[in-house]
């Protein structure tokens, strides 16, 4: 049976050593709430690092460590002291998180930590394999682990894996100053679907994905040589229910059966009724916008002097990663900052800020959330928030104000929230006055869309919609119209070229006998293809013909003295046995001159592109500009193109990163089916890669076996993933006497 396995950097499982005893202790973190409807029963394993390095764990109790986490459905992954070092303290947190964050001046480019980084997550990847069965499922999580993906998928090729990224994903032009830029997209692209919380993390990634690798990327659909992979948003939600009812249960408590946090707040609203908290709670982290915040309320206060000793600000920053130079620095920042503001405003009976340096215990939080009047969260980038979330689901009377800032992920749900830019002050200021002055009924009116909203869309939910749309990947739901050539057609197909009397075979050039090139002229056939090409032609009962796109004179100084058979130009020309080129069609050129003046203002405007001139037809490559810019220009160009042609019987193809300007008349499917109709041919084959051989696939009868090389839509019978595996299909042709 299969199960799911899960992987993060932590295990939702805190280990204890203390008296050469043991303790496990489930984590009551986001990531571990959200999966316990994945990590159930024993259908699921959850593997990744204990917490404890190999230094820390004695040798007598590796075998007890196992054992516990075993009845968490949980195994582990070892890790010494340096690779914690260098993987997470290193670049997983001084690489990673801060360039992810938009922090560039923080990011540290070191090799030694990239170094560390990929043995670790070789490590991860090796654990998955010794555990993972082919039928399972791996759902991989978080910045840490962004290479296990394919680490995994070069082992297990038919795995089902996916991954979700719980921090922003940034720009292109943030991302592409990470030196291993491209290693870590090839990573994630081991994936057979990625998430993130927003679809902004998910343009960015895909926009990396175009313009670092060069791939194909059709709406959310990134298109390897042998699979497609999906990349969608899913923004994560919280455990509603858990937060709600908490809070309820402290609004019932009475008198002694209070906390003593809360038996403190109370007598402070006691002794100052008119007064409004506004809570901040954050990881100490610069990512969080601490320190603004505290600038923006002393701005607030000395724009609005009437509110002084008539607010309060809660602080709650929990520490983290406390041994990372930038977290000491902010830390003391912090520090200095409370200091001087309660110093210099304070008066005898209130302070400005109250500033806790501390975890608080859950019950603890809740307190804080019930009885403050606003939320105050202003992150310069952050994944999601939530903290956000758990505000709103607290405010059982649905009373309070939460104001947001619209770098968080979760501002795109939260729009009822008073949503601020946490750089400008001055509207930091209006708003805090606008959230303290706001009526219930307004409070009310918005609280209720938000928690209607995080009640239906709970972290279950976000979850469950990951699972099913990974299990919709694996079952290729509606991706291809087309069969792949498998083992099985492939023996079929053998057979009939095999008893075949009379063959007839259409082979692309581009893309499909041979790779791309920046330089179409340096896209030139090989010695492996010439001897391939060799074999089928000189088959008895064997016609065989190149058909492509390209111009005669290439073609010629290619292939004619090996004496095949050619259509060039979509089918303007003919070659046999070796024979200078003919017309196969009547075309006239008057055209071009009238197009090529437009191709030439685009080339000028379009860095990269250029012009190939044809004999009957002018093509405009795009291959070797900005992937993102190409298409627009592609668009706009064709859309000046469709107004000039009128009636004038030419047309546009659309190509792989080129558009072709040629006469209506002639196109790959009229040539070949004017071939096919030379004599009686029991066994014909076409195969290419892009819109021009749709035509011939169109076109020629339905007994024809039709191949699309690649994985999108066609009109073909089969698809092969990429050039190598026609060469391979091609072999099997040449084998046969």
Same mark, same amino acid.
């Not at 040629?662 to 076409?686: C, M, P, Q, T």
């Given at each position: ?14 280990? =204890? ?59 582990? $992954? ?8 260098? @993987? ?16 560039? /001046? ?47 998928? /070069? ?17 292109? /032009?943030? @991302? ?7 290693? $870590? ?38 298109? #390897? ?14 455990? *509603? ?23 403190? %707040? ?78 210099? #405003? ?43 979330? /758990? ?40 708003? %805090? ?17 938000? =928690? ?44 009939? *070229? ?10 692309? *050039? ?28 000189? =088959? ?55 197009? =090529? ?20 037809? %002018?093509?405009?490559? *795009? ?13 706009? #160009? ?56 749709? @035509? ?32 391979e299909l091609l072999k099997q042709f040449a084998k046969i006497s």
């Amino acid at each position: 049976m299969s199960k799911t396995i899960i992987i993060s950097n932590r295990l939702p499982v805190q280990l =204890q050593i203390s008296d050469g005893g043991l303790t496990a202790i489930p984590s009551v973190g986001g990531l571990a709430t959200g999966m316990k409807s994945v990590h159930s029963g024993g259908e699921s394993l959850w593997i990744g690092w204990s917490g404890l390095t190999d230094e820390d764990i004695p040798e007598e109790l590796s075998d007890t460590i196992d054992i516990a986490l075993k009845e968490h459905g949980c195994s582990k $992954v070892r890790l010494t002291k340096n690779d914690v070092d260098g @993987f997470y303290f290193g670049f997983s947190n001084r690489t990673i998180w801060p360039l992810f964050h938009y922090f560039l /001046e923080y990011s540290e480019f070191e090799l030694d930590f990239w170094e560390t980084y990929k043995s670790v997550n070789q490590k991860f990847a090796d654990a998955i394999l010794e555990k993972a069965g082919d039928d399972d499922i791996i759902w991989v999580h978080d910045y840490q682990l962004l290479l296990v993906p394919q680490m995994v998928k /070069e082992k297990r090729p038919n795995a089902t894996i996916g991954f979700f990224l719980h921090i922003p994903f940034p720009s292109y /032009e943030i @991302f592409r100053t990470l030196p291993w830029r491209e290693e $870590v997209l090839e990573g994630l692209l081991g994936s057979d679907l990625i998430g993130f919380h927003t679809y902004d993390y998910e343009r960015h990634f895909l926009s990396s994905v175009r313009r670092l690798l060069g791939l194909e990327v059709s709406f959310n659909d990134i298109y #390897l040589e042998n699979r497609v992979i999906k990349v969608d948003s899913f923004p994560m939600g919280i455990d *509603y229910d858990k937060f709600a009812k908490a809070a309820k249960a402290s609004n019932a408590l009475k008198g002694k059966e209070r906390s003593d946090l809360q038996k403190k %707040l109370d007598e402070h609203k006691k002794s100052a009724p008119d007064t409004k908290l506004i809570v901040s709670i954050d990881r100490l982290d610069y990512s969080k916008g601490i320190a603004k915040r505290i600038n923006a309320f002393e701005y607030f206060l000395n724009k609005y002097p009437e509110y002084k000793e008539k607010v309060r600000l809660i602080i709650l920053a929990v520490p983290s990663r406390s041994n990372v130079p930038q977290y000491k620095l902010l830390k003391r920042e912090i520090d200095e900052l409370v200091g001087r503001i309660n110093g210099e #405003l304070s008066t005898v009976n209130w302070t400005p800020i109250w500033y806790f340096y501390r975890s608080l215990p859950f019950e603890n939080l809740i307190d804080l959330y019930i009885s403050s009047d606003i939320a105050w969260l202003t992150p310069l980038r952050d994944g999601m928030n939530l903290v956000a979330k /758990e505000y709103i689901a607290t405010r059982t009377d649905k009373t309070g104000v939460l104001i947001l800032s619209e770098m968080a992920g979760s501002a795109y749900e939260m729009n009822e929230a008073l949503l601020i830019n946490p750089n400008n002050f001055e509207q930091q200021a209006d708003t %805090l006055k606008q959230a303290i002055t706001m009526p219930k009924e307004e409070q009310m009116a918005r609280n209720m869309f938000l =928690q209607n909203r995080l009640k239906r869309y709970n972290v279950e939910v976000w979850a469950n919609e990951f699972m099913n749309s990974l299990k919709a990947q694996r079952q290729g739901i509606g991706t291809y119209v087309s069969q792949k050539m498998n083992a099985g057609i492939l023996e079929e197909v053998l057979k009939n *070229y095999t008893s075949a009397s009379k063959r007839l075979l259409f082979l692309d *050039y581009d893309g499909t006998l041979a790779g791309f090139h920046k330089d179409p002229q340096k896209a030139s056939p090989d010695e492996e293809l010439y001897t391939l090409l060799d074999k089928i032609h000189k =088959q008895e009962n064997t016609t065989l013909f190149l058909i492509s796109g390209r111009d005669k004179e290439t073609f010629t100084r290619w292939f004619l003295p090996k004496k095949y058979n050619m259509i060039v130009e979509h089918g303007v020309w003919i070659s046999r046995n070796g024979e200078a080129f003919k017309l196969l069609e009547k075309v006239k050129g008057d055209w071009m001159e009238k197009i =090529q003046p437009v191709l030439e203002s685009f080339v000028d405007r379009t860095p990269g592109s250029f012009i190939e001139e044809k004999n009957y037809s %002018l093509a405009w490559h *795009y291959r070797n500009t900005d992937p993102d810019f190409g298409q627009k220009r592609a668009t706009e #160009l064709n859309t000046v193109l469709t107004s000039l042609i009128g009636n004038d019987d030419i047309s546009v193809l659309n190509g792989n990163k080129v558009m072709e300007v040629k006469s209506s008349n002639v196109n790959k499917g009229r040539a070949s089916v004017r071939i096919l109709g030379e004599d009686n041919y029991d066994f014909v084959f076409a195969i290419g890669d892009d819109w021009t051989d749709e @035509f011939m696939f169109q076109e020629l009868p339905d007994t024809t076996v039709t191949v699309k090389v690649g994985l999108q839509k066609t009109q073909a019978k089969y698809h092969v993933e990429g050039t190598k595996k026609v060469r391979e299909l091609l072999k099997q042709f040449a084998k046969i006497s």
